[in-house]
């Protein structure tokens, strides 16, 4: 492979700056195989699916990541929580930014001057640190000064927060939100079980590889960063006797293909989804529009073959909007 199967032109104009309203009324470009992609809504998903399929979403919360504090210096320092380390919420793993000369020790302040946090090292994965909060709740210190984490392409301020929050999250442990699950309402979740569909759940906790493209000339060659996963033994059990399943995101696929990876439902996973791999589990993929040269883009490569390349052709030509708060695709990974 080369770095150029993964790339394509993404017009400026069609990055979503931000979410439509409602949340259901985003656009669904329906992956017909050979057969020309169908476009529709992405309320209309339940005619899409069927009696027997198994609906999979992952239910991780996006926490209030971004923290602008200052050194001792005076200097600014930006905080990026990337995911706990412990059940306290207490120690985290983070980006930091400058983070050159930043040394294990250092504490750094609110604005008040009070003093939040304290930098322990380096984390585990070399660019990243650990820190601890030096706070009793570190959960509400986190609420009262942290911001939503939008990813850096999306420059317009996000008015109500909970649009970058899926509405069936639970438990705040991600640095991003599995986007392809802001598409859902109550209501949509309804008629999807109306019609015979189960909905379970998985948990993927969104952490440092959503910000990381890939630069090796093979893609294959990308180091990518392990993230924490849980998959529920009721829900392995609904996938098992599914007719179809079908994946919410790229972050449910990857938490449902590691246990059929690795045999286990729980821990952290370094699965690197590229083409050629045999998925075990998901049928179909509920997914948004991606970055160019991106391990998520390498995963559909992986899911639907080259036949990527003509569906967003098909969406760019249509103006579809594109990344975490655009619109989204239905791929089917056995349609001819």
Do not use: C
């Not at 770095?3 to 949340?23: C, F, G, N, S």
């Not at 890939?214 to 960063?225: G, M, N, S, Y």
């Not at 590229?274 to 529009?289: E, H, K, S």
């Amino acid at each position: 492979m080369h770095i150029a199967d993964i790339d394509y032109h993404l017009p400026t104009e069609l990055i979503a700056q931000v979410p439509v309203e409602p949340r259901d009324s985003a656009r669904l470009l329906v992956d017909q195989g050979s057969t020309a992609p169908r476009d529709a809504i992405v309320r209309d998903l339940p005619q899409f699916l069927r009696d027997g399929d198994v609906l999979v979403v992952n239910d991780t919360k996006v926490v209030p990541a971004r923290l602008h504090l200052s050194r001792a210096s005076g200097g600014a320092a930006e905080v990026l929580l990337l995911e706990p380390l412990d059940d306290t919420h207490r120690e985290w793993e983070a980006l930091i930014r400058p983070g050159r000369k930043m040394k294990p020790g250092e504490v750094l302040h609110a604005n008040d001057n009070s003093a939040v946090l304290e930098v322990q090292g380096r984390g585990a994965q070399g660019d990243t640190f650990r820190i601890s909060f030096l706070h009793d709740d570190p959960g509400s210190l986190i609420t009262r000064l942290g911001e939503m984490p939008l990813p850096p392409y999306i420059t317009q301020r996000l008015g109500d927060t909970s649009r970058y929050q899926t509405v069936y999250a639970r438990d705040a442990k991600s640095a991003a939100a599995p986007t392809a699950g802001l598409h859902f309402t109550p209501e949509l979740l309804a008629a999807v079980r109306s019609m015979g569909v189960h909905i379970a759940n998985v948990e993927l906790v969104v952490g440092l590889d959503t910000f990381a493209p890939v630069t090796a000339d093979d893609p294959r060659d990308h180091v990518i960063h392990t993230e924490s996963y849980q998959v529920p033994p009721d829900t392995l059990a609904a996938v098992r006797s599914a007719r179809r399943v079908v994946a919410v995101g790229t972050t449910a696929t990857r938490a449902l293909e590691s246990v059929g990876a690795t045999g286990k439902t729980s821990g952290r996973t370094d699965l690197f989804i590229t083409p050629g791999f045999a998925f075990r589990y998901v049928d179909v993929m509920l997914t948004n529009f991606h970055m160019p040269r991106t391990t998520l883009l390498l995963m559909i490569s992986a899911f639907v073959g080259d036949r990527w390349r003509r569906l967003y052709e098909h969406a760019v030509r249509e103006q579809y909007r594109f990344l975490s708060f655009g619109d989204a695709m239905l791929l089917d990974r056995h349609a001819a």
